[in-house]
T-cell receptor, first 110, second 117 residues
Framework: DAKTTQPPSMDCAEGRAANLPCNHSTISGNEYVYWYRQIHSQGPQYIIHGLKNNETNEMASLIITEDRKSSTLILPHATLRDTAVYYCIVRGGRDDKIIFGKGTRLHILP | GAVVSQHPSRVICKSGTSVKIECRSLDFQATTMFWYRQFPKQSLMLMATSNEGSKATYEQGVEKDKFLINHASLTLSTLTVTSAHPEDSSFYIC?????????????FGSGTQLSVL
């Protein structure tokens, strides 16, 4: 079973920051938080991952709470091409498989 | 970033025939690959873990004799759907783990849409 809880859907205005929450209250010390997204009829695309520090790359920022029980993915300036299902995943060691939950369907509104 | 190539992207076959789907890691070696299935409006469901040079590990409820997985090299894994039936129609996606030290990412193929008539 997936170890994360996400809202089923969210709307965000184009050009605004999209903030996608994720709860992972049972996360253990060696587990990372990963974010992927899936645009319709395509394979999932890696976005970002982190352990306990906040992370930023060219796509997004990841904010992890101090107790690590929740996190937020931030898309700083959402565009229509960011419309997708976003999956928050908790994963352990290097051989640990990725189990997908239901994700958040993000709609970017023009 | 690393690239995983999946082929074919779409296949239509008759009921009772077998279909092979290939998954290749193009610029890295993948000791472990994962196969997923996705039905419309649903999330990805893990079917099996494919390890180079050894037998695949199947998730509960997935028939290993129906979904044959071969991972003969560090860059190629194949999934064969044997004696396909209409209920096997689905979107199949592979994922490969980059085995280089310090890299924790999994990369996904673009998926194969299987339609069984």
């Amino acid at each position: 079973d997936a170890k994360t809880t996400q809202p089923p859907s969210m709307d965000c205005a184009e050009g605004r920051a999209a903030n996608l929450p994720c709860n992972h209250s049972t996360i253990s010390g060696n587990e990372y938080v990963y974010w992927y997204r899936q645009i319709h009829s395509q394979g999932p695309q890696y976005i970002i991952h982190g352990l306990k520090n906040n992370e930023t790359n060219e796509m997004a920022s990841l904010i992890i709470t101090e107790d690590r029980k929740s996190s937020t993915l931030i898309l700083p300036h959402a565009t229509l091409r960011d419309t997708a299902v976003y999956y928050c995943i908790v994963r352990g060691g290097r051989d640990d498989k990725i189990i997908f939950g239901k994700g958040t369907r993000l709609h970017i509104l023009p | 970033g690393a690239v995983v190539s999946q082929h074919p992207s779409r296949v239509i076959c008759k009921s009772g025939t077998s279909v092979k789907i290939e998954c290749r890691s193009l610029d890295f070696q993948a000791t472990t690959m994962f196969w997923y299935r996705q039905f419309p409006k649903q999330s990805l469901m893990l079917m099996a873990t494919s390890n180079e040079g050894s037998k695949a590990t199947y998730e509960q409820g997935v028939e290993k004799d129906k979904f044959l997985i071969n991972h003969a090299s560090l860059t190629l894994s194949t999934l064969t759907v044997t004696s396909a039936h209409p209920e096997d129609s689905s979107f199949y996606i592979c994922s490969a783990r980059d085995a280089r030290a310090g890299v924790e990412k999994l990369f996904f193929g673009s998926g194969t849409q299987l339609s069984v008539l």
